[in-house]
């Protein structure tokens, strides 16, 4: 993924992330200025709201622009009930004057990227070691019981080891 960072920005598909209430206003003002200035230069694609606790995704429509712009610049100065994070997906349709310190740095979008999940590269979680050890017992209580006994063995395990070795560390400043 390559973050766009020449002025104007050419032509093209871009994502960007937007946090917080007034990075996701200034954007929207931008938008507008640009295509009021440049009627069409600017288009959203599709957009993802992240709620407090949800997503809210906006496809492809022939308005989605101005909804979600005059949406956008009603959020300015909110302090409650504003969404976390926006994420956009839009095309550049002729070189634009860009307000990288206003309107956030946007990456460019490979022919691929139709939402959020194209461009999260996340690992798989870790197994959680307990689940790796216990993988050859077969969940319900017998799991359970296993998981419970193994905790107690790292715990008595770990604080035998730290007694040892506070034990020696008193005996050599007895010494």
């Keep these: 993924m390559t973050i766009q960072r020449t002025n104007p ?9 937007l946090v917080g209430p007034q990075k996701i206003g200034n954007f ?6 640009l295509n009021e200035a440049h009627p069409g230069i600017i288009r959203i694609i599709s957009a993802t709201r992240h709620l407090a606790n949800e997503a809210k995704d906006y496809a492809e429509s022939p308005d989605l622009t101005g909804v979600l712009v005059q949406l956008w610049e009603g959020m300015v100065g909110q302090i409650q009930d504003t969404p976390e ?11 634009a004057m860009w307000e990288f310190d206003t309107m956030g740095t946007p990456t460019v979008a490979a022919a691929n990227v139709t939402s959020e999940a194209d461009t999260a590269q996340r690992p798989d979680p870790e197994p ?3 689940e790796q050890i216990l993988a050859v017992t077969h969940g319900g209580i017998g799991g359970t019981i296993s998981k419970v006994v193994l905790g107690s063995v790292a715990i008595v395990t770990l604080g035998a ?4 070795v506070i034990s020696r560390v ?3 400043r007895s010494a």
Excluded: C, E, K, N
């Design 28 to 33: 929207g003002a931008g938008v507008r200025g």
């Design 170 to 172: 008193i005996a050599r």
């Design 85 to 95: 994070r926006d994420w956009v997906l839009f095309q550049v349709t002729a070189p």
């Design 161 to 164: 080891v730290s007694y040892l």
């Design 128 to 130: 959680d070691i307990t």
């Design 9 to 17: 920005v050419p032509p093209g598909r871009y994502w960007i992330d």
